[in-house]
Nanobody
Framework: QVQLVESGGGLVQPGGSLRLSCAAS????????MDWYRQAPGKQRELVAT???????TYVDSVQGRFAISIDNAKNTVYLQMNSLKPEDTGVYYC?????????WGQGTQVTVSS
Protein backbone atom coordinates (compact mmCIF):
# COMPACT_ATOMS: atom_id res chain seq x y z
CA GLN A 1 0.00 0.00 0.00
CA VAL A 2 1.22 3.50 -0.84
CA GLN A 3 1.91 5.72 2.13
CA LEU A 4 3.31 9.24 2.22
CA VAL A 5 4.33 10.77 5.54
CA GLU A 6 5.33 14.42 5.72
CA SER A 7 7.42 16.02 8.42
CA GLY A 8 9.47 19.14 9.02
CA GLY A 9 6.82 21.82 9.27
CA GLY A 10 6.72 24.40 11.99
CA LEU A 11 6.80 28.07 12.86
CA VAL A 12 9.48 30.19 11.26
CA GLN A 13 10.14 33.92 10.94
CA PRO A 14 10.00 35.67 7.58
CA GLY A 15 13.27 35.15 5.75
CA GLY A 16 13.88 31.85 7.48
CA SER A 17 14.16 28.34 6.08
CA LEU A 18 12.55 24.95 6.53
CA ARG A 19 13.08 21.58 4.93
CA LEU A 20 10.05 19.37 4.53
CA SER A 21 10.38 15.61 4.14
CA CYS A 22 8.03 13.10 2.56
CA ALA A 23 8.89 9.52 3.44
CA ALA A 24 7.30 7.16 0.92
CA SER A 25 6.48 3.48 1.11
CA UNK A 26 4.80 1.24 -1.44
CA UNK A 27 6.35 3.23 -4.29
CA UNK A 28 9.82 4.10 -5.52
CA UNK A 29 10.05 7.87 -5.65
CA UNK A 30 12.75 7.92 -8.33
CA UNK A 31 10.36 6.13 -10.71
CA UNK A 32 7.51 8.58 -10.29
CA UNK A 33 6.48 12.19 -10.53
CA MET A 34 6.34 13.43 -6.95
CA ASP A 35 4.63 16.65 -5.96
CA TRP A 36 4.37 19.11 -3.12
CA TYR A 37 1.10 20.97 -2.75
CA ARG A 38 0.05 23.55 -0.21
CA GLN A 39 -3.25 24.90 0.98
CA ALA A 40 -4.03 28.01 2.99
CA PRO A 41 -7.42 28.58 4.66
CA GLY A 42 -9.97 29.78 2.13
CA LYS A 43 -7.72 29.02 -0.81
CA GLN A 44 -7.47 26.25 -3.36
CA ARG A 45 -4.86 23.59 -2.93
CA GLU A 46 -1.91 24.74 -5.01
CA LEU A 47 0.77 22.72 -6.76
CA VAL A 48 4.08 24.09 -5.51
CA ALA A 49 6.74 21.80 -6.95
CA THR A 50 7.17 18.60 -8.94
CA UNK A 51 10.11 16.29 -9.45
CA UNK A 52 9.92 13.68 -12.21
CA UNK A 53 11.99 10.52 -11.91
CA UNK A 54 14.20 12.27 -9.40
CA UNK A 55 15.59 14.72 -11.94
CA UNK A 56 13.38 17.19 -13.79
CA UNK A 57 11.80 19.82 -11.56
CA THR A 58 9.11 22.46 -11.94
CA TYR A 59 7.89 25.17 -9.57
CA VAL A 60 5.03 27.56 -9.26
CA ASP A 61 6.23 31.07 -10.12
CA SER A 62 5.76 32.39 -6.60
CA VAL A 63 8.40 30.04 -5.16
CA GLN A 64 10.83 29.93 -8.08
CA GLY A 65 14.34 30.60 -6.85
CA ARG A 66 13.41 30.11 -3.20
CA PHE A 67 12.26 26.49 -3.02
CA ALA A 68 13.98 23.33 -4.22
CA ILE A 69 12.49 19.86 -4.54
CA SER A 70 14.79 16.85 -4.44
CA ILE A 71 14.87 13.16 -3.58
CA ASP A 72 17.11 10.83 -1.64
CA ASN A 73 17.02 7.48 -3.42
CA ALA A 74 18.46 5.54 -0.51
CA LYS A 75 15.83 6.88 1.88
CA ASN A 76 13.02 6.85 -0.71
CA THR A 77 12.19 10.35 0.48
CA VAL A 78 11.17 13.58 -1.24
CA TYR A 79 12.30 16.91 0.19
CA LEU A 80 11.19 20.49 -0.20
CA GLN A 81 13.84 22.98 0.85
CA MET A 82 12.17 26.32 1.50
CA ASN A 83 14.32 29.42 1.81
CA SER A 84 13.56 33.12 2.18
CA LEU A 85 10.15 32.24 3.52
CA LYS A 86 7.36 34.78 3.34
CA PRO A 87 4.10 35.00 5.30
CA GLU A 88 2.22 34.09 2.13
CA ASP A 89 4.00 30.72 2.15
CA THR A 90 1.94 29.79 5.20
CA GLY A 91 -0.25 26.74 4.77
CA VAL A 92 -0.52 23.00 5.08
CA TYR A 93 1.95 21.28 2.79
CA TYR A 94 1.09 17.92 1.29
CA CYS A 95 3.13 15.32 -0.52
CA UNK A 96 1.38 13.74 -3.50
CA UNK A 97 1.81 11.08 -6.15
CA UNK A 98 -0.45 9.72 -8.86
CA UNK A 99 0.01 6.01 -9.37
CA UNK A 100 -1.93 4.13 -12.04
CA UNK A 101 -4.52 6.89 -12.15
CA UNK A 102 -5.01 7.03 -8.38
CA UNK A 103 -4.00 9.95 -6.20
CA UNK A 104 -2.16 9.40 -2.95
CA TRP A 105 -1.71 12.12 -0.35
CA GLY A 106 0.21 12.51 2.83
CA GLN A 107 -1.44 13.77 5.99
CA GLY A 108 0.03 17.25 5.62
CA THR A 109 2.43 19.32 7.68
CA GLN A 110 1.73 22.86 8.83
CA VAL A 111 4.09 25.66 7.85
CA THR A 112 3.56 29.01 9.51
CA VAL A 113 5.68 32.01 8.55
CA SER A 114 5.14 34.82 11.02
CA SER A 115 6.96 37.40 13.10
Amino acid sequence: QVQLVESGGGLVQPGGSLRLSCAASGIIVRLNAMDWYRQAPGKQRELVATIIRGFRTTYVDSVQGRFAISIDNAKNTVYLQMNSLKPEDTGVYYCHVNLNGRDYWGQGTQVTVSS
